[in-house]
């Protein structure tokens, strides 16, 4: 049974940092791209961050900068390191996971697999 599962969302100030976390389970391997997803209420998925099994990590310009994706394929986990948080980053962020990169380069949400989400509020 494939799985992805979120954790390390919370309650930040702004200004603030949290390190998101994707454990993945199941058929899911190395070779799969990894990314992570946000939406705010009332508004679209969007993508955020990218990372292709062996290529390089692709941002979207509202967190270059500022976010940081990575993964350990030992514990076939993702990360996502989010720095300098704005209130305007709160949404539910989303791991997803697919075997064709190409899915990702649309930006848009139909990635095979997902997880839960995991709930990021940026608030004083």
């Known amino acids: 049974q494939v799985q992805l599962v979120e954790s390390g969302g919370g309650l930040v100030q702004p200004g603030g940092f949290l390190r998101l976390s994707c454990a993945a389970s199941?058929?899911?391997?190395?070779?799969?791209?990894m990314g992570w997803y946000r939406q705010a209420p009332g508004k679209q998925r969007e993508l955020v961050a990218v990372i292709p099994s062996g290529g390089s990590t692709n941002y979207a310009d509202a967190v270059k900068g500022r976010f940081t994706i990575s993964r350990d394929n030992t514990k076939n986990t993702v990360y996502l390191q989010m720095n300098s948080l704005a209130p305007e980053d709160t949404a539910v962020y989303y791991c997803?996971?697919?075997?064709?990169?190409?899915?990702?380069?649309?930006?848009?949400?139909?990635?095979?697999?997902w997880g839960q989400g995991t709930q990021v509020t940026v608030s004083s």
């Open positions: 997803a996971a697919d075997p064709r990169l190409w899915v990702f380069e649309t930006r848009k949400p139909i990635s095979e697999y």
């Open positions: 199941g058929s899911i391997n190395s070779q799969y791209t």
